[in-house]
């Protein structure tokens, strides 16, 4: 059973501009999904959407075959964790206390953590290394720092399925890999679902097994790296020309681009 089932699922933030139109999909545990469109193409809204922070106009979610919208905040926070586009904390806590936060939907109202948990804590900032900042106000981190404290704190609460939303865009070469292969070694290990936006095509096509493209708010096309890119897409979707190869060094669909026309 897929963990989401998007049926002709539509939305507008003012009445009469669409922002998604009829986007049916099915989203798999195991699986790690990239979400790919220009900037304004409806990824985030359709995060968003996924993560049960709004209701579609139109259309029906299904998580675990259940109505999206039937279960509570405090339920779908138990199963579903988003790193948002923008993590914004404006009060001082400390790194390991918005870590520790990712807890708080697995917890009785007023239980405390186990050692148990305090371990996976530990164990996720030092695979995402941050556990040298861990007594640091988040207010004082750079945005790189910031972003992986967000991906901690969602992997701790991560229990089923885990959206991203370009939440490697402000990291380096070598915390966007180590990321990515966090995730991804959940998606095997745990059968996590995973579906992230991505701007990179190239990363998205290295480690996702299925990529969507949106555009103007419809999927343009969809499936595995390999089967979905070519240069006419692109050029569809970005209006860039490009060229779509087998990188020999990772063995993955890469593609390279060039503005059309240019020199
Ligand atoms: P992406 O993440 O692909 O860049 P978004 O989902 O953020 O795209 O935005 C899709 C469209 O919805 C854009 O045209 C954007 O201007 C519009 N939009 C996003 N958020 C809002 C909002 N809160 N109110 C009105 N329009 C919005
Ligand atoms: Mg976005």
Same mark, same amino acid.
């Given at each position: ?6 049926? +002709? ?38 995060? +968003?959407?996924? =993560? =049960? ?15 999206? =919208? ?50 996976? $804590? ?33 992997? $701790? ?23 990515? +292969? ?19 095509i190239n990363?998205?096509a ?13 999927? $343009?096309?969809?499936?595995?790296p390999g089967?979905v890119l070519s240069p006419e897409l692109v ?7 490009a060229r779509v190869g087998t990188d ?5 669909p890469a593609v390279s681009f ?6």
């Amino acid at each position: 059973m897929p963990v989401w089932k998007l049926q +002709d699922v539509s939305f507008a933030y003012i009445s009469g501009r669409k922002v998604l139109s009829a986007i049916t999909l099915k989203f798999f545990p195991g699986h790690i999904y990239g979400i790919l469109g220009p900037n304004g193409s409806g990824k985030t809204t359709l995060l +968003d959407l996924l =993560g =049960g922070l709004g209701a579609p106009g139109a259309g029906n979610i299904l998580y675990n075959g259940r109505s999206l =919208g039937d279960y509570g905040t405090a339920a779908l926070a138990r199963r579903v964790a988003l790193v948002p586009q923008d993590f914004l904390v404006r009060f001082p806590f400390k790194v390991r206390d918005v870590v520790e936060m990712g807890l708080h939907p697995h917890l009785g109202r007023f239980a405390l953590p186990s050692r148990e948990d305090m371990d996976r $804590v530990t164990g996720i900032m030092e695979e995402l290394d941050i556990h040298g900042l861990a007594d640091r106000p988040v207010t004082m981190l750079s945005g790189g720092e910031k972003q992986r404290v967000a991906v901690a704190r969602a992997l $701790v609460q991560a229990r089923e399925a885990l959206l991203f939303d370009e939440a490697t865009s402000n990291l380096d070469i070598f915390h966007s890999l180590s990321i990515l +292969d966090a995730v991804k070694r959940r998606a095997v290990e745990q059968g996590l679902c995973v579906v992230a936006a991505v701007h990179d095509i190239n990363l998205a096509a290295v480690f996702c097994d299925e990529l969507v493209f949106l555009k103007d708010g419809m999927v $343009v096309a969809k499936g595995t790296p390999g089967s979905v890119l070519s240069p006419e897409l692109v050029r569809y979707v970005y209006n860039v020309d490009a060229r779509v190869g087998t990188d020999e060094f990772t063995g993955r669909p890469a593609v390279s681009f060039r503005l059309a026309g240019s020199w």
